[in-house]
């Protein structure tokens, strides 16, 4: 006789091997239940070549992504999981590429913000002025003064064109066939320092000839110290012991020349085609400019005279248009036009100083006399004293301050000069009308009220 099973049991025998499915691994390995077998599956089948760090994050079973749960992090390179952007290095994906070592952001990592006020320097934060060993403040950035070719030694200190910064010192190119280490340009084949290599020493009672360390120098070889040199042809030594060949050029028959249509200036070789230092000519330099087919290109705003680059405006020397000259002693170039200095004054076409002139005492054309002939400080006066205690004809000045007789009568001070216990001092005039003002930096950092001048001015001393 047929038994029939009931309708439950029949359905319970089919779902245990399904059952069996999710719990057991068929390779073999630890197991894992089914939803961490779904995740897995959903993340392979979202990702593709070059995404894997997609298919390594997973989605949890809130269906969150779990690398959204850790804060900060060190990000990601390669294709970015949130923007989908590729990053390269040295940018790093922190929710969009960036670079840790100087966001202030993700300094260091994803999500390490600095305080405010502080820097990002190589991945750390750092206080107002303040650089990492190795570096030094210069204006508001961090510089590597060793290197730098902008700020070679210090800050400020600018290599020439075609120099390199190394070890802090401008260097030029060596000559054809001197190699550079460290600072200095040797002959490898004959230096006993750099004997074959950059610090190859030979031994005290070794010489170097060929690149290397010998007994004795060879015959066709000259003895220079410790060296073993070709005189005819070692850049170091051409022609005799020490007598090196400047940068670009070669050592040929005992005689430094240059190569390749280059032309000597000084002990460089250069192509007075191209090079602003030497535009045309030794010497010529271009200013700031360029130099093309042996012309000066010069910047924005500067015209070029007698082959050098100049501003019209304010060139005393070519003041509105090329040799036009103001006075040395009395004028100033301003938007193009020769003025009279800060603190004189233009009466009848000449730039006085009406503080101490008896024909213009005050003004123009208000003139001493009588029992009143000589002028200090702008006024009629019948004898030097007090504030203008030193006389010069029919005048009474100051000889510690009046830049037109400093020190004695008649020592005028240059146009950027005034003058300070008798001696002609630098300066420069501020946009602040008054003291203390914060332009005033540098090696002119003092600031004082000037009545030659009749303004502010900053000096590295006030008189």
Do not use: Y
């Amino acid at each position: 006789m047929r038994t029939t099973l009931p309708s439950w049991i029949t359905a319970l025998t089919l779902l245990l091997p399904l059952a069996g499915c999710g719990t057991k691994d068929p390779a073999g390995s630890s197991g894992t239940d089914s939803s961490t077998d779904a995740s897995s599956t959903v993340a392979s089948s979202t990702s593709g070549p070059g995404t894997a760090t997609v298919a390594t994050t997973g989605v949890t079973t809130s269906g969150v992504s779990d690398s959204a749960t850790s804060s900060p992090t060190t990000g990601t390179t390669g294709v970015s999981a949130t923007s989908g952007v590729m990053c390269t290095p040295p940018e790093t994906d922190c929710g969009g590429c960036t670079n840790t070592d100087i966001d202030v952001s993700n300094c260091g990592s994803c999500g390490n913000a600095c305080p405010p006020d502080n820097s990002c320097q190589q991945g750390q934060c750092l206080l107002p002025g303040e650089c990492l060993p190795g570096s030094v403040l210069c204006g508001d950035q961090c510089v590597d003064v060793s290197v730098d070719p902008d700020n070679c030694g210090g800050c400020n200190n600018n290599c020439d064109p075609g120099d390199s910064c190394v070890l802090g010192n401008c260097v030029q190119g060596c000559a054809l066939g001197a190699t550079l280490c460290g600072i200095d340009c040797v002959t490898l084949d004959s230096d006993a320092g750099n004997c074959g290599a950059c610090g190859n020493a030979c031994a005290d009672n070794e010489f170097c000839a060929a690149g290397s360390c010998v007994g004795m120098c060879p015959m066709g070889t000259i003895q220079c110290g410790q060296d073993c040199a070709d005189p005819a042809t070692d850049p170091n030594n051409c022609g005799g012991c020490n007598d090196d060949c400047g940068a670009g050029q070669v050592c040929v028959n005992g005689n430094c020349n240059c190569d390749g249509g280059l032309v000597e200036c000084g002990q460089q070789c250069v192509d007075i085609a191209t090079d602003p230092n030497h535009c045309g000519d030794c010497g010529n330099d271009c200013n700031g400019g360029t130099c093309t087919n042996g012309q000066c290109d010069c910047p924005m705003g500067e015209e070029s005279c007698n082959g050098q680059c100049t501003d019209l405006q304010v060139d005393p020397d070519n003041c509105g248009m090329c040799g036009e000259q103001c006075d040395g002693n009395l004028e100033v170039c301003g938007a193009g036009n020769c003025e009279c200095k800060p603190g004189l004054e233009l009466c009848n076409g000449q730039c006085l100083d009406t503080f101490n002139n008896a024909q213009n005492c005050g003004g123009c054309n208000k003139a001493c006399g009588g029992q009143t002939p000589l002028c200090g400080g702008g006024q009629c006066i019948g004898q030097c004293g007090n504030n203008f205690p030193n006389k010069c004809g029919n005048t009474c000045t100051d000889f510690d301050t009046d830049p037109l007789n400093c020190g004695q009568c008649g020592d005028v001070c240059n146009n950027d000069e005034i003058c300070v216990q008798g001696n002609c001092e630098n300066f420069e005039i501020p946009q602040c009308d008054q003291c203390p003002c914060n332009e005033c930096q540098g090696d002119l950092d003092q600031c004082c009220f000037n009545e030659f001048v009749n303004h502010t001015v900053c000096a590295a001393e006030c008189p």
